[in-house]
Structures are given as C-alpha cells and as structure tokens.
C-alpha cells in the first residue's frame, strides 16, 4: 500500500503457487502526496472488540492534481463508518483494497473520520494493538499503526498526535500515550479516560498506548539546562525490587547523552513499561517506550553480570532513539540502518564507557563474525541499506544493527572523535524534525569535515564482507618493511561484482621486546596507500605501503579494534601468534591472536580426522594459554575472552566447506587437551578467584566470576567427580544468578549421573521467576548429548512453556537452533524436522518470530551433501505449509534460490 511501490514485481511461490508476494523496492520511493496535519485517535478498549475513532486533519500537498486517491494502509480492520468533513462516505466514495483503503475525488483540504473495530485479544502477531498478561500494549514499527486504524503507515508522514483512551477504572488505572496527559476523569459505568498529547511531530510508527494495572517506580532526572524531567517504570504488579537498575541505567544514559554529544532530552515525562510478550528486545516509541521485561527486570539472584549490562544497554539504546530515530527519522524502511547503525553504535560507546572499552570491543566483534558473516554469506546477504524486500520486519537484521554500527563506528575513525561530532551537529542543524535518508547523513560528515566520502558511500550499497589479504616483505638493508594488501568482495544474491570499499585499516609495529615501534611511512608514491596517524587507507583492490627505520623481527599487527568489518588474513606462523597473544598493546588484537591459534589448531585437527591417525596439536598453544591465565597484569573479564575457544558458528564462517562432526570433535579435543593439561592451573585461578563472600557488583567482582566460570568450565571436561562436587557446590552456594546458572549449565552439559535431578531442583526452586526459567529452558536444549532432542520435545509441553511467548521460543527452540550444533546438525536428520514442526506450529501465531527460526536454515549449503540435502527437504516442507505468512516465505524461498 501507501509504502512507495509501483514496481509491479512479484514472486510467486514455487510449490505454493496460489500464494503471489510483492516485493518493495527503494528506488520506488515517491512522496506521500498528502499532508496529515493532527491526528485524534479515540479508544474505547475492549479484548475482542476495541473501537477506534480516527480523525485526520489532511491536506493535499501543492504540486498534487486532485485526481490523486488518498490512500491509506489498514490490515485486520473492521471498518463500521467513514466520513468526510462530517458528511458519511457511500461505497462509491471509497474502497477497501488489500492492506488498506482508497478514498476517492477527495477535496484539497479536509478532515476524515473512520471508526473501526479490532481484537487486540487475538492479535497473537504482537503487532498493532494487543494484550499481554491481561495489559493492552502496541508495536508499531515497523507497519504495526496498520493494525490499529487506516492511515498512511511510513516514516514520512509525520503529524501531531493526541490519544484519548477509555476502559474500566479498576482493570486498567493507568492509560498511558506518548507524550503529556492533558485530561483525565471518570465515565459512568465504572469506566474512566486519560487524554494524550505529543507536542512533537512523528511517523506512527512511535506511537504507543499501554493500559493495565502496574507497579510503578518513579524518579526524576534534571536537564543541563535545568528542567526537570519525570521518570517512570511501569511493571507487572510485585517487581518493582527488580527496576532499580533500570531506573539507574536510564539516568546514567541521560547524562552521557548530554555529556558526549550534547543531547537533552525534551519532554517532561520519560516512562517505560515492561511487557512480558514482545517480538523484540524494546522499542522507543516517543517518552513511552515500551521493552522487552527481559531488559529491564535484574536482580542479583535472578539475573546475570551479563543480563545487568543488557539492560543498561537497551535502556540506553531507546534513550538514545529520541534524537537518532525520533527527533531526525527515516524516510523509509530502506533507510533503517540511519536510525539502527547510529543508535547502536551510540549505545556500544556508551557501554564501553560504562564498563571496559577493551572487553567491549571484543564481544561486539564476536557478534559481527558470528552472526553478520553468516549473513553476509548466506541467500539473505543485504547491503546495511537494502534495495528490496518481501517483509520488513525480515530486516531488523545484524547487518541493518551491528555492520550498520561499524559503518558508523568507521566515520568516528576517519574523521577523529571531534570531526564526527561536529558532523552530527551539522546532520540535527539540518534535520531535526525531519524523515531523512542514509545519503543525508553522509553528506552532513561530508560538508561537515570537507571531507570526501564517494568511496566511502559503497558500505552502503554493496553487501558481503570485504576479505583483506596482507602479506609483508621486509627490506634489512634499507630497514624498511612494506605491507601489501589486496581487498576483494564475493559475489552475494544480486551482486556478483563489487568495486574496491574505502577500508581504514589501523596497524601497529611490535618489536622482539614486545614494545610498539613509531610509524613513519615513506612519503606517498602513486599507488600506496595514504598512511594517517596508525590508519591505512586502502582504496583500490591492491596497495602496498612502506615503513622506514623499522629493525629487525618486527611483528605487524594489522586491523587493530577490528577498524573495519572485514576478514583479514595474513600469513601469522604459530611463533608469531604466540607473540602477538602475549604481547599485542592492542587488546582486541591480542584477543585476535588467541583465537587465530586456536582456529588454526582446530582446523588442523580436523584435517588430521579426514587423514585418520592420533589427533594432536603444538605445545606452543598450550603455554601460551597457560601464561595468559597467569598474566597478573590482566584483567579476569579480558582473560575469559582470551581463554574462550572460538564458537561453531564463528568457526564456520572461517572456512568454505567442513564436516561438521570433525569440527565439533576437534574443538572439544583441543579443550580437554587444555584442561588436562594445564589442570592445576585452571584449578587455582578457579580457587582464588572465587569470592565466597557478600555478593558485590563492582568491576572487580564481575571479572573474577567471569574468569571462575571459565576455569570451571576447562576443568568440567575432565568428567571427575570432584569437579562435578566443585560444580555443584557453586550452585548450591551461589548467592548470585551469574554463578548459579553457569553451575547449573556445566552441570546439564556434562555426562554427571544425577544431572536431571538437579536441572529437576533448579526448575523447582525457580519456577515463578519466568526470566530464570527461560535460562533453564535454554540450558536445557543446548545440552550437546543424544537424549537432548526428545527432552526438548517433551518439554513444549512443560508447564514452563508457551508458543505464545517470544521469548520462551527463542530459549527454547532458538538456543538448540543456534547454540546446540552437535543436536541441531544431527546426522539422522532430526534436528532439522523438529524445527520445521515448531515452525509450522508457530506460523500462524507469530509470523515474525517463525522468519527469525527458519533463519537458521540459511547456511545450509555450507555442510555435507547429506545434511545439505536434508535441510533442503525441511525448507520445502516447510515452503509447502498452507498460508504461509510472507515472512517466512520470504527467508525459506530466498534460501532455496
Ligand atoms: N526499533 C527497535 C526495534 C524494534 C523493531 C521492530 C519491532 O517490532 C517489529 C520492535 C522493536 C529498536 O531498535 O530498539
Ligand atoms: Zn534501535
């Protein structure tokens, strides 16, 4: 409908082919010929049968010819009357086409009124209008407002909002809209209303209405310009204990927003409410966003270090929404990354600031090469601005988010920090208020800096990752040593031949003590690479550059803090790995240098399966674990990171094609070779850094109960009792969740006899804490043994579980999906069947999260002929299913082509 497209594309399924999809393109975009000036939205809500009043201030824009329909988007409406100007419409004056409403011959300038009846008891799609756990709530990125009431449904139709909302006083005392309540009273009949009003223009898509009983935290927050602004938690009724942090989070936000880029926030009140039922993490809807309770609830018994440091990071993203997303938009939904890269971009720095820069930068690159590899090599690879798409919601993607964010995160490091602010500055000068596109936001950097970005602006349009290939030659006699590199792209759906990108690629020198050696490159000659500070710009497929005064043994560490989302490869012989690992000034490289060691020792092992023979690997990998366990100088968080093997998924992706069985027995040899190898010394760091005192959450702690958690999960693979007691000890005695679940997961994990009855006692202890279950939920299915696939069979039925749940799907049938691969990629093939099950359960219920599933379909090229074959079976069934929704058609076709 109204979004933008008259390509007449579309596609047909090929083993349903009653079913015909459209395809959106971005270069269809054409204004909306109207103007909506105010917007009055009147509830009176009820389960099965919620009335919406509309009215629309239109007017048509000058350079329309009044030919020109106004049409508007509405899916699920049951339209009761329409009216003009106050006059109803006959059947002549308008239809109802699919997925909305034309109103024809309509005058210049007008109002419309339309009342409409909804179920928000039955929207199970948690889109639009719907309840969860007996509270109203909306979702209306991204063309959720088309659930609720006709109206042109797309970021660049913005308007001033005013909600008046109805419903039973005692059910539902609160009643909350975006922005400010101007009125409220009571109605007879035990009902009452509150109306709202948003000063601020915005796209429907921020729209927001929440009613229900709550608890409520309030507190307060003074701008730097010393207004005072309210702030509000709402939660389910005896939760308020878990909030604090939240609440804390939100001030901290606040202040580094205005401290870092000189943000205040601009209304008076700031409320979030937590839902139990949501598709994704949380949304910023204008001062009322609405989350995920999984990112606001966090105590220490019930949540992690790690679940701590989410909340303040989505606390923190929405926050950060109101000026990158709200106050400047999108024009359309191809432009997505503008508002996703940038605000999460903005809320990894403000972790980083928050927490360690260091330990940061390694798990948001682990995120990258885990998850946006794959898809970037995979049938669902998109450019961070798509050009088309079946479903939108299909693109709320980690190359839309996460490569966005490095996209933005590469500005910061061309143009230094004070550049890339002055360039913010110029991109709210120009478009504060205004829906705008990814090309404004490079031309603000641009004209900002005087920069040129023409090379640059390819991040944008081309997809894949940039593979980057190294190699050095070092001259003794004139003590120089030149790098040269060569970039190339593959070819992805669409998009077989790709230009050079403009890659920053950040280096340093070490020399045979370990120390950083000074940069100095020979003066610029035709075809080198310009060298900045420690930055090498590469710009064309192959650049060489020359260092002067370098001595001899240095040792190049290239791509430090993974300056650009590309894979690098270079030559490292397993000496110089070990250096870089102990010694790299860069901590992401040395983190780098870890886990290249042990890929490279994984991949040889697996070669030596295919060869047959006893497997082993270089005593060099071993000492070197040991010294960086016992580096007094490190940090316990760094050091867990060090320690980590790399996962399947990221092994994955490092090689074209492999058996998976190898690989699994490779990575879990080459643990317990370190485990009993170095088992003593896992054994004292385990012990002094246990803390067996009053819990506490400062720095220090956290990285000691992250170092412990990975010394007791080297020691578990030794299957010994006493580490089994060590364990289970931890469990018992843990006064902190972090502790408790890692215990409870090594347990689950391991062969230790009793493990069903301890998973039985956890359950039990914590079955009203629906946030630890889904932990339990999700240990349970990513037990790597045989007998997992029937437990997680049965347990769709345990009382724990609901299909209704998002977020009890994505612990459940999302974790064996993404983080069991040894069950997932059963040989027999069973895997793969019970996902193409949940699926066809679940379709129906909850379309966006089935896509999210099917998703894990997408590598399937990448394995044996065998299993290639029989996930292609379970993409056909599950192709074949009647009515499939078009988010799953869209992933299961494409991944099919
Ligand atoms: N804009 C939100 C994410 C979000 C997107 C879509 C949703 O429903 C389909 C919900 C939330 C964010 O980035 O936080
Ligand atoms: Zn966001």
């Known amino acids: 409908m109204s979004d933008s497209s008259n390509h007449q594309d579309s596609v047909a399924s090929e083993t349903a082919p009653q079913q015909e999809v459209q395809v959106h393109y971005r270069s269809d975009y054409k204004p909306y010929p109207y103007d909506i000036k105010d917007v009055y939205l009147a509830f009176d809500l009820a389960p099965n049968a919620t009335i919406v009043e509309t009215t629309l201030t239109v007017q048509r824009k000058a350079d329309i010819s009044g030919e020109e329909p106004l049409c508007l988007?509405?899916?699920?409406?049951?339209?009761?009357?329409?009216?003009?100007?106050?006059?109803?419409?006959?059947?002549?004056?308008?239809?109802?086409?699919?997925?909305?409403?034309?109103?024809?011959?309509?005058?210049?300038?007008?109002?419309?009124?339309?009342?409409?009846?909804?179920?928000?008891?039955?929207?199970?799609?948690?889109?639009?209008?719907?309840?969860?756990s007996g509270k109203y709530c909306t979702q209306c990125e991204a063309q959720g407002f088309s659930k609720i009431t006709f109206y042109p449904d797309r970021p660049d139709v913005m308007s001033i909002f005013k909600v008046r909302i109805e419903a039973e006083a005692d059910v539902f005392p609160h009643l909350l809209s975006n922005g400010n309540r101007i009125e409220h009273g009571e109605i007879e009949g035990g009902k009452h209303f509150a109306v709202w009003e948003d000063p601020f223009k915005k796209p429907s898509y921020l729209f927001a209405l929440c009613a229900g009983d709550y608890d409520l935290l309030t507190s307060s927050f003074t701008t730097m310009t010393g207004r005072e602004v309210r702030l509000e938690i709402y939660v389910d009724k005896g939760k308020l204990d878990q909030c604090h942090h939240a609440m804390e989070s939100l001030k901290k936000a606040m202040k580094w927003d205005e401290e870092v880029f000189g943000l205040e926030y601009d209304l008076d009140t700031y409320m979030i409410v937590a839902v139990g039922d949501f598709n994704m993490g949380a949304m910023e809807n204008k001062g009322l966003n609405i989350f995920n309770t999984k990112y606001v609830l966090a105590s220490p018994d019930t949540a992690t270090d790690t679940d701590f440091i989410d909340v303040e990071a989505v606390i923190g993203h929405e926050y950060f929404h109101n000026w990158t997303g709200n106050r400047v938009t999108c024009r359309d939904w191809f432009q997505l990354s503008l508002k996703e890269g940038l605000t999460v971009f903005r809320d990894q720095e403000f972790t980083a600031n928050q927490t360690d820069h260091g330990v940061k930068r390694i798990e948001d690159v682990k995120v990258i090469?885990?998850?946006?590899?794959?898809?970037?090599?995979?049938?669902?690879?998109?450019?961070?601005?798509?050009?088309?798409?079946?479903?939108?919601?299909?693109?709320?993607t980690v190359t839309v988010y996460n490569k966005g964010a490095e996209v933005i995160r590469m500005y910061q490091t061309l143009l230094g920090r004070d550049g890339f602010k002055r360039g913010l500055d110029v991109y709210f000068e120009r478009h504060d208020g205004e829906a705008v596109t990814c090309e404004d936001f490079v031309r603000a950097m641009e004209d900002a800096n005087g920069y040129d970005l023409q090379q640059f602006r390819r991040w944008y349009s081309q997809a894949g990752t940039p593979e980057v290939t190294v190699s050095s030659d070092y001259d003794a006699d004139k003590r120089q040593l030149t790098l040269n590199f060569k970039q190339s792209c593959p070819a992805t759906p669409g998009q077989k031949d790709k230009e050079p990108f403009h890659i920053p690629v950040k280096v340093g020198l070490i020399d045979t003590l370990g120390n950083d050696i000074e940069l100095k490159p020979v003066p610029l000659t035709q075809g080198a690479a310009k060298v900045e500070g420690d930055i090498v710009h590469l710009k064309s497929a192959k650049q060489a550059v020359t260092f002067d005064d370098v001595p001899e043994g240095v040792t190049p560490s290239i791509l430090r803090g993974f300056s650009a989302p590309v894979k690098l490869h270079y030559d490292y012989s397993l000496k110089e790995l070990t250096f870089l690992f102990a010694h790299d000034s860069d901590s992401f490289n040395r983190w780098q240098a870890g886990q290249e060691l042990f890929s490279r020792v994984i991949f040889d092992l697996c070669e030596q399966q295919e060869k047959g023979g006893t497997l082993r690997f270089d005593d060099s990998v071993v000492s070197a674990t040991k010294n960086l366990l016992d580096d007094a100088s490190l940090d316990g968080q760094f050091k867990s990171l060090a320690l980590t093997i790399p996962g399947v998924s990221t092994l994955l992706e490092q090689t074209n094609s492999i058996n998976i069985?190898?690989?699994?027995?490779?990575?879990?040899?080459?643990?317990?070779?370190?485990?009993?190898?170095?088992?003593?010394?896992?054994?004292?760091?385990?012990?002094?850094?246990?803390?067996?005192?009053?819990?506490?959450?400062?720095?220090?702690?956290?990285?000691?109960?992250?170092?412990?958690?990975?010394?007791?999960?080297?020691?578990?693979?030794?299957?010994?009792?006493?580490?089994?007691?060590?364990?289970?000890?931890?469990?018992?005695?843990?006064?902190?969740?972090?502790?408790?679940?890692?215990?409870?997961?090594?347990?689950?994990?391991?062969?230790?006899?009793?493990?069903?009855?301890?998973?039985?006692?956890?359950?039990?202890?914590?079955?009203?804490?629906?946030?630890?279950?889904?932990?339990?939920?999700?240990?349970?299915?990513?037990?790597?043994?045989d007998e997992t696939i029937d437990r997680i069979e049965s347990l769709l039925d345990h009382p724990s579980f609901e299909l209704k749940n998002p977020n009890k799907v994505r612990s459940l049938i999302g974790a064996f999906t993404s983080a069991n691969p040894r069950q997932f990629h059963r040989a027999d093939g069973r895997g793969y069947e019970y996902l193409a099950r949940q699926i066809k359960s679940l379709y129906a219920i909850n379309p966006q999260v089935s896509a999210r599933l099917t998703g894990a379909f997408n590598r399937w090229r990448k394995f044996d002929s065998e299993r290639q074959q029989k996930m292609r079976q379970q993409l056909e069934v599950i192709l074949s299913m009647p009515e499939l929704s078009k988010d799953v058609f869209e992933i299961a076709s494409k991944a099919l082509k």
């Open 369 to 396: 090469r885990s998850h946006q590899f794959a898809e970037d090599a995979g049938p669902m690879a998109h450019p961070i601005r798509p050009d088309s798409y079946i479903e939108m919601n299909n693109f709320y």
């Open 73 to 132: 988007d509405g899916v699920d409406l049951e339209l009761l009357s329409i009216a003009i100007d106050d006059r109803e419409l006959d059947e002549s004056q308008y239809q109802l086409v699919d997925g909305g409403l034309e109103v024809l011959n309509v005058p210049e300038s007008f109002t419309l009124k339309t009342k409409v009846k909804i179920s928000p008891d039955t929207n199970t799609s948690l889109e639009g209008l719907y309840l969860s």
């Open 661 to 785: 069985d190898h690989l699994i027995t490779a990575r879990d040899f080459l643990k317990k070779q370190l485990a009993e190898k170095l088992e003593l010394d896992w054994l004292l760091h385990y012990q002094t850094n246990r803390h067996l005192g009053d819990y506490e959450q400062d720095k220090e702690s956290v990285s000691k109960r992250a170092l412990c958690g990975t010394c007791l999960s080297y020691l578990m693979t030794l299957e010994k009792d006493s580490v089994y007691q060590l364990a289970l000890k931890q469990l018992e005695t843990a006064n902190n969740m972090t502790d408790a679940s890692i215990a409870l997961q090594l347990i689950v994990h391991s062969n230790y006899e009793q493990k069903l009855k301890v998973a039985e006692d956890f359950y039990q202890k914590w079955q009203s804490e629906e946030l630890v279950i889904n932990k339990w939920l999700s240990i349970m299915a990513t037990d790597p043994s």
